[in-house]
């Protein structure tokens, strides 16, 4: 709490009869017309202000905040808690337990490294769709995952006695995000400190960067890497800039037909377009009031899809009614509504704030979407899904265009054609219309076009043989995995119960899904299950083959499992490009699944709908998306639930006893959590032969004062990588090949092939994480030719091809400093600390993009590795540079006086001795970000100011 009081905002506030002391923001000129968000801020520095860190001038400059400028002025946010998911979470709490043994080495107190605000960790990245489409899947796969993660769990039930104020959500209960607005979230949160209730707003980092969903509930926080969330747990502030802010207006409401996934589609294109990266984004206007809780959560959620680093909405009727009905006490409600009118956060859509920039989306424009093959921006209108599949589909399979096919350069243009049409234009088409002619069509899909076709495709129907001797065919384009799946969509009643009432009304019809299709059903939380039931919707899905399989991220996070054996078999012997339809947020390549080359984004009913046609190669409006029990062809208008008919259900099967009862115990677990044997002691005991979990090497050899940084000379090029390199690319979190550097080491240290599991589960373990940095299946090393993979030139080895471990192993026996060269938004997608810690601990001192992603950047620093952009308009190409020189960084030195450099000059020296020399922008934005790095990163930042306390 504040030490100091500058501006005597100190008072106090009765809700339901109990007395708490908040600090008032009204006691600063210039708060009322601040955005939503920078009041929330505002409240955070007038609490925590000590004279030091935060002082009245900083509390001044926020309040005084100029929309138009752009940001210069460094604050401190203290984020009231900390979440995470167990895939960030577990190395969260390996460096933790690291912490604690490298300060006792320092002559410090172990028990210093301690979680100084709440932490709370829901363990839901970790199951794995093995089973799928039977009714014992879901028991299965929880078995299966608790025999993979044994270590892990064990682990983190250590933690949970070990250190304060953490808490896990055991397995099986449901993805953190909606475990967070259904269950953790607290609006307004109570908190004792010193003898005194405070009360303040519910804020938080999170290790995830979909923590953002929380904005829905007016809850301001967004994603960060683990380092920074460890950072946060023990206290220390995030530096931040006070940012730009963009007013986004609402008006309108959803047309029938569209759904919430469709608006959020809609926005993030909107805002991709916008460019909001580093931005908060914030909702505003009279049509706030008409967007569901569950509506805010969904576009909340998809923020780093869009680039920001949150998209809030603020606090209203809305927000209560919420509350309620996931079984909040009457007391925190009646404080979130005392508190946030005494503080002039709740909404009024008559008192607009000021804001840096403005948009405006009219709600009854969307039209029903989905986005791919390969990035959620990619927004195509469900209408023209056919005609940009195949404009994308040669981008996969380019040697077998037919001639007149729509070449795949096309691509862009079509989904530019299809999405960015008028927005009257693509409602006069919008999908279903009860009353459009259901006229038959040429089914294109049988054979390729004639020559000269001007809508002609690669053709490659390949016969299979399924598992119970039935035959099938598949080709480009298949459906292989259907899956509604992720926090973003699962959390949401409208599109989850509009998905049963498809497969019901499928069902009735006769259809069935394709064979080829592997379905799966892994909801946000048991809710979804508890109204299914209610509602008599369950049978309806499994008879489609959407049983449950866990309640998970599954899909999303690329935790799809195998595909069937002899489906598998036939994609890789005939390099058939097959798609997967999921209800996500994230869809790069190489993410889903190893056999799949293209992915889409699709509201739950759309998954369902692709899993009957069993094809992208489907006109939705014009094709058949089966035949009924009397030969007669259905299309989907005929099987598309009515609005009314949802509204209907939700109504009657949603209520405030499910929540209570689901979040009742929820960090007791089941019988295997509770079953698990709990290591002890303030230390942990670590197993040297674990394949799991091991003691990470970042403090090795550390000493109580930081050696001054040093200028970088004669590093070589690890990877010279293009556009939208995203932490996937960087470090991949599903599947680990046999015959990788991390398969083979797995293979060395007695683990089966079957029980690899995936590198997300194996981020307690730095040695098979260093092995899979730059492994995605997917990345292009421009310093090699047509190979994809985590390869790349071994100079000390005569330029041969090598894997990236390999070479770097090589390249550090040498003593040989590596950069890596990126593109545009680079580290964009998922806020992973590895993407980071592999890097650095490859021995890369430098990476120098175009643009970086933020929390990508932020981490890059965390590490100790130095984020530098080309010059404006610059870039390797345009530069002659391809990856073969060596790269001299002088003015880094710098840093040691005390000043961080704007540039830093670049030397690169060609094999020939010419030279190219450019001034590279050095991306550490904040004097603590300058600190970090002259300490080695954030952690040994961290560790040192703990042990002069």
């Known amino acids: 709490m504040s030490s100091h009081n500058s501006f005597e905002a100190k008072a106090t506030l009765t809700a339901a009869g109990t007395e708490y002391t908040i600090f008032r923001l009204d006691a600063v000129e210039g708060s009322a017309k601040l955005p939503f968000s920078l009041k929330v801020l505002l409240e955070n520095l007038l609490r925590t202000e000590d004279g030091a860190n935060i002082t009245a001038d900083h509390i001044r400059a926020l309040a005084g905040w100029d929309p138009a400028a752009e940001p210069d002025t460094e604050i401190q946010f203290t984020p009231a808690r900390v979440l995470m998911q167990d895939f960030t979470g577990v190395p969260c709490i390996v460096d933790l337990a690291t912490m604690r043994e490298a300060i006792a080495a320092l002559g410090g107190d172990a028990t210093k490294v301690n979680p100084l605000s709440p932490a709370e960790m829901v363990i839901d990245h970790s199951v794995i769709a093995d089973v799928f489409g039977r009714p014992d899947a879901f028991e299965q796969n929880v078995d299966l995952e608790y025999g993979r993660n044994r270590e892990r769990y064990q682990f983190l039930r250590w933690g949970q006695t070990a250190f304060d104020d953490f808490k896990v959500v055991p397995p099986g209960t449901g993805i953190v995000h909606q475990v967070n607005i259904e269950h953790l979230a607290r609006v307004v949160f109570p908190r004792e400190v010193g003898g005194e209730l405070l009360a303040y707003p519910d804020t938080l980092v999170g290790t995830d960067s979909h923590t953002t969903m929380v904005n829905g509930l007016g809850v301001l926080g967004w994603g960060v890497g683990g380092i920074e969330a460890e950072a946060a747990m023990l206290g220390q502030p995030v530096s931040m800039l006070i940012p730009r802010v963009v007013g986004f207006k609402l008006s309108g409401s959803i047309p029938a037909g569209a759904t919430a996934t469709d608006v959020v589609l809609t926005i993030t294109e909107m805002l991709r377009k916008h460019g909001v990266v580093g931005k908060f984004v914030e909702f505003y206007g009279e049509g706030v009031a008409s967007v569901p809780l569950a509506n805010r959560a969904t576009i909340g959620n998809m923020s780093p899809e869009f680039g920001s680093t949150a998209a809030i909405f603020p606090i209203d009727d809305v927000t209560l009614d919420y509350l309620r009905l996931t079984g909040r006490s009457d007391e925190q409600v009646a404080l979130v509504e005392a508190y946030t009118k005494e503080q002039g956060l709740w909404h009024d859509p008559s008192d607009e704030a000021r804001y840096s920039e403005y948009l405006e989306l009219d709600l009854s424009t969307v039209v029903p979407s989905i986005a791919g093959p390969k990035r959620p921006q990619d927004r195509i209108v469900l209408t023209g899904a056919k005609e940009a599949f195949r404009a994308a589909l040669g981008d996969y399979v380019a040697d077998e265009v037919p001639a007149g096919n729509v070449a795949s350069s096309a691509h862009s243009d079509a989904i530019d054609a299809v999405a960015g049409s008028s927005q009257d234009e693509a409602s006069a088409e919008s999908f279903p219309a009860s009353d459009a002619p259901s006229a038959s069509s040429t089914d294109e899909r049988d054979e390729p076009a004639e020559p000269g076709h001007a809508t002609g495709r690669p053709s490659k129907r390949v016969a299979v043989t399924m598992a119970d001797g039935t035959q099938t065919e598949i080709d480009h384009g298949a459906v292989a995995i259907a899956s509604i799946t992720s926090c973003t969509n699962t959390s949401n009643p409208s599109v989850m119960v509009a998905a049963a009432l498809l497969a019901k009304n499928a069902v009735e019809r006769g259809l069935t899904r394709k064979p080829w299709v592997k379905t799966s059903l892994a909801p946000g939380s048991k809710v979804v299950t508890d109204y299914y039931d209610k509602a008599g919707l369950t049978p309806y899905l499994e008879k489609l083959g959407f049983h449950l399989v866990g309640y998970g991220c599954v899909t999303c996070i690329g935790n799809s499992g195998p595909l069937p054996e002899e489906v598998s078999a036939a994609i ?139 200028d970088i000379s004669g590093a070589r090029v690890l990877a010279l990588l293009g556009d939208s390199v995203t932490t996937d690319h960087i470090s991949p979190a599903g599947s680990i090949k046999p015959d990788s550097p991390a398969g083979v080491y797995l293979s060395e240290h007695g683990v089966e092939r079957q029980d690899f599991n995936s590198y997300g589960s194996r981020r307690g373990n730095h040695e098979v994480m260093i092995r899979g940095t730059f492994a995605n299946i997917r990345l292009k090393n421009m310093l090699l030719d047509n190979v994809s993979g985590g390869f790349t030139r071994d100079f000390t080895r005569g330029g041969e091809q090598a894997s990236i471990y390999d070479a770097a192993q090589n390249y550090a026996a040498q003593g040989t400093p590596l950069v890596v060269l990126g593109g545009k938004e680079y580290g964009s997608g998922s806020s992973r600390d590895w993407a980071a810690k592999g890097t650095a601990l490859l021995g890369v001192k430098a990476v120098i993009t175009e643009s970086f992603e933020r929390i990508h950047r932020s981490n890059l620093i965390g590490m100790g590795v130095v984020p530098l952009q080309f010059p404006q308009g610059e870039s390797a190409a345009s530069l002659g540079l391809d990856g073969t020189e060596t790269f001299d960084i002088a003015g880094i030195t710098e840093l040691n006086e005390g000043r961080t450099p704007r540039t830093v000059k670049v030397t690169a020296t060609r094999t020939d001795g010419s030279t190219v020399e450019f001034d590279a922008v050095v991306r550490i934005d904040t004097p603590g970000e300058a600190d970090y790095y002259r300490n080695g990163g954030i952690l040994h930042y961290v560790l040192r100011s703990l042990t002069r306390v």
């Open 572 to 710: 890789q012997e005939n390099d058939l490009a097959v798609t997967a339809v999921l209800s996500g947020n994230r869809n790069f390549e190489g993410r889903i699944n190893p056999d799949i080359k293209m992915n889409y984004l699709a509201s739950p009913p759309l998954v369902i709908a692709y899993a009957l046609a069993g094809t992208m190669d489907w006109d939705v409006e014009n094709d058949p998306i089966g035949t009924d029990e009397s030969g007669q062809d259905v299309y989907l208008k005929d099987i598309w639930p009515d609005a009314a008919e949802v509204e209907r259900v939700i109504g009657e099967a949603i209520t405030k006893d499910m929540f209570v009862k689901d979040y009742a115990d929820v960090f007791a677990g089941d019988e295997r959590w509770r079953g698990l044997p709990t290591p002890e002691g303030d230390t942990f005991a670590w197993d040297t032969e674990s394949t799991y979990v091991r003691k990470p090497p970042y403090f090795e050899g550390m000493q109580a004062e930081p050696s001054p940084v040093t």
